[in-house]
């Protein structure tokens, strides 16, 4: 569960709440991007996960993943909220990709 402003935040059914790590603000030959060059990060850490879904037999799906992991997800997947003064996702489970370990 992640708190905003006297708020928590916890997601719904298989819904991960995911802060986007910052990238590089460099290319590897050194080049410095301007904000309006960079790709929309696609790794982050997980804040809250919802408890899961229920699949069309009833059965509840559990989250595979909890907070405080690193993931890779889908570059456009999810929903973009406003924690604060960054703007974080609210994925489905099914738009992760990978653990980062």
């Given at each position: 569960?992640?708190?905003?402003?006297?708020?928590?935040i916890?997601?719904?059914?298989?819904?991960?709440?995911?802060?986007?790590?910052?990238?590089?603000?460099?290319?590897p030959?050194?080049?410095?991007?301007?904000?309006?060059?960079?790709e929309?990060?696609?790794?982050?850490?997980?804040?809250?996960?919802?408890?899961?879904?229920?699949?069309?037999?009833?059965?509840?799906?559990?989250i595979?993943?909890?907070?405080?992991?690193?993931?890779?997800?889908?570059?456009?997947?999810?929903?973009e909220?406003?924690?604060?003064?960054?703007?974080?996702l609210l994925?489905?489970?099914?738009?992760?990709?990978a653990?980062?370990?």
């Open positions: 569960m992640s708190k905003q402003k006297g708020q928590q916890k997601p719904l059914f298989d819904y991960v709440l995911i802060r986007p790590l910052a990238q590089e603000d460099k290319t030959s050194g080049i410095v991007l301007p904000d309006s060059a960079k929309k990060p696609q790794v982050g850490e997980i804040m809250a996960v919802g408890p899961g879904a229920h699949n069309p037999e009833g059965k509840l799906m559990p595979l993943v909890k907070p405080g992991q690193k993931v890779m997800y889908k570059k456009w997947g999810g929903n909220i406003k924690v604060g003064f960054e703007e974080w994925v489905e489970q099914k738009d992760i990709m653990v980062v370990e």
